[in-house]
Antibody, heavy 122, light 107 residues
Framework: EVQLLESGGGLVQPGESLRLSCAAS????????MNWVRQAPGKGLEWVSA????????YYADSVKGRFTISRDNSKNTLYLQMNNLRAEDTAVYYC???????????????WGQGTMVAVSS | EIVLTQSPATLSLSPGERATLSCRAS??????LAWYQQKPGQAPRLLIY???NRATGIPARFSGSGSGTDFTLTISSLEPEDFAVYYC??????????FGGGTKVEI
């Protein structure tokens, strides 16, 4: 079964760092762009970042640019999100999501993980 | 940034009824628009992509239409499992990819 499994969420204080991981199983991982999408409690969906299949191209929402870094290790079928200088407004469930189409960098999302909660509070 | 405005915010219907959800873009997104369904405590699920293409495994009662700036998701006859929140998403003027604020379909 094709699936994505996030990990690494937790409770941190403002200004601290956290790294999220997303392990992919049973798919040709390196052929598809991957994304992080977040959802604050009781709110809608917000796209955070994307990375091409090769990892050569990365994209960020303005709200996280300069603080978050997306990366991937295709040998391990794993996606990462390094989050630095976290703020209260970063509190959300973070989902990893797979791009729909082969070799399209920014796309629709046809496979989602179950999400991992990040809470930023003093 | 392209802003997607969904209406209504809440749609109160009964099983068997037809649901019509709207998504309006602040500028043309061509055909690069998708719809997702999200149930409480679950990840979103892709329903429709490129305006009118159903994703794998999506029942035929879900259909999408529109072009340019105005789009519609129609559920022809609501099943009990269809009561959820629905989001539209565009990928045209990227980055950023943007989502609409959502429409809750409730009983």
């Amino acid at each position: 079964e094709v699936q994505l499994l996030e990990s690494g969420g937790g409770l941190v204080q403002p200004g601290e760092s956290l790294r999220l991981s997303c392990a992919a199983s049973s798919l040709t991982f390196s052929s598809f762009a991957m994304n992080w999408v977040r959802q604050a409690p009781g709110k809608g969906l917000e796209w955070v970042s994307a990375i091409s299949g090769s990892g050569d191209s990365t994209y960020y929402a303005d709200s996280v640019k300069g603080r978050f870094t997306i990366s991937r290790d295709n040998s391990k079928n794993t996606l990462y999100l390094q989050m630095n200088n976290l703020r209260a407004e970063d509190t959300a469930v973070y989902y990893c999501a797979k791009g729909l189409q082969w070799l399209v960098n920014l796309d629709f999302f046809d496979l989602w993980g179950q999400g991992t909660m990040v809470a930023v509070s003093s | 940034e392209i802003v997607l405005t969904q209406s209504p915010a809440t749609l109160s219907l009964s099983p068997g009824e037809r649901a019509t959800l709207s998504c309006r873009a602040s500028q043309s997104v061509s055909t690069y628009l998708a719809w997702y369904q999200q149930k409480p405590g679950q990840a979103p699920r892709l329903l429709i992509y490129e305006v009118s293409n159903r994703a794998t495994g999506i029942p035929a009662r879900f259909s999408g239409s529109g072009s340019g700036t105005d789009f519609t998701l129609t559920i022809s006859s609501l099943e009990p499992e269809d009561f959820a929140v629905y989001y539209c998403q565009q990928r045209t003027n990227w980055p950023p990819i943007t989502f609409g604020g959502g429409t809750k379909v409730e009983i």
